[in-house]
């Protein structure tokens, strides 16, 4: 079955360090992965995307994703935290071309950056 | 730039009673969504749709309709509300383009409770 999983509910930073949220994912085929951030009372904002090329992929507010085919991840990063960072983080996954367009999403992670 | 509209953000119902929540997106995207967020779970597809005249089922269907007459609209009907419905609905839109790795826009969501 296909799957996207985020095994941490809760990420704790201070501000300043780096951060990382976790992402990892299991789809037949080539996946198309995504990372999205929802503020509260909000919908879900795009961050960034994952389709092919360099593994290493730069988004929206100086985040960051880095793809792992061997691994199955695709991890979230921030090299320093601000306090403004902290929100509700959702990966998600489609399945290349066979999905009819829909995604399969992590349960998210709440990421609490303190001062 | 409106982007995604929901309407209302905020419903109280009673078991048993029907409401219409609205989707309008002023993007000319081809692909529209409706997902249920609880907490701890993600997002669940509720139903979607590829166009004008086109609507399929997601992963929890049951007890809900859309139906797709425009481009622009695509609204989620309850027909008999149940307090198990109680959660905040997020409709979304995206462009399909030829390789279906588009994002997708969210609306603000419809926090929903039902008594």
């Known amino acids: 079955a296909q799957s996207v999983a985020q095994p941490e509910d809760q990420v704790n930073v201070a501000e300043g360090n780096p951060l990382t949220v976790k992402c990892t994912y299991s789809?037949?085929?080539?996946?198309?992965l995504f990372w999205y951030v929802q503020y509260p009372n909000r919908g879900l904002q795009f961050l960034l995307k994952?389709?092919?090329?360099d593994n290493l992929v730069k988004g929206s507010y100086g985040f960051e994703a880095e793809f792992n085919k061997s691994q199955t991840s695709f991890h979230l990063k921030k090299p320093s935290a601000l306090v403004s960072d902290s929100a509700l983080y959702f990966c998600?996954?489609?399945?290349?071309?066979?999905?009819?367009?829909?995604?399969?999403w992590g349960a998210g992670t709440k990421l609490i950056i303190k001062p | 730039n409106a982007g995604v509209t929901q309407t209302p953000k905020f419903q109280v119902l009673k078991t048993g009673q029907s409401m219409t929540l609205q989707c309008a997106q002023d993007?000319?995207?081809?692909?529209m969504s409706w997902y249920r967020q609880d907490p701890g779970m993600g997002l669940r597809l509720i139903h979607y749709?590829?166009?004008?005249?086109?609507?399929d089922q997601g992963e929890v269907p049951n007890g809900y309709n859309v139906s797709r007459s425009t481009t622009e609209d695509f609204p989620l009907r309850l027909l008999s509300a149940a307090p198990s419905q109680t959660s905040v609905y997020f409709c979304?839109?995206?462009?399909?383009?030829?390789?279906?790795?588009?994002?997708?826009?969210f609306g603000d969501g419809t926090r929903l409770s039902i008594l």
């Open positions: 979304a839109s995206s462009y399909i383009g030829p390789y279906s790795n588009q994002p997708q826009h």
């Open positions: 993007m000319n995207h081809e692909y």
């Open positions: 749709s590829v166009g004008a005249g086109i609507t």
């Open positions: 789809v037949s085929g080539n996946p198309y």
């Open positions: 998600a996954v489609r399945a290349g071309l066979d999905s009819n367009y829909q995604l399969i």
């Open positions: 994952y389709i092919t090329g």
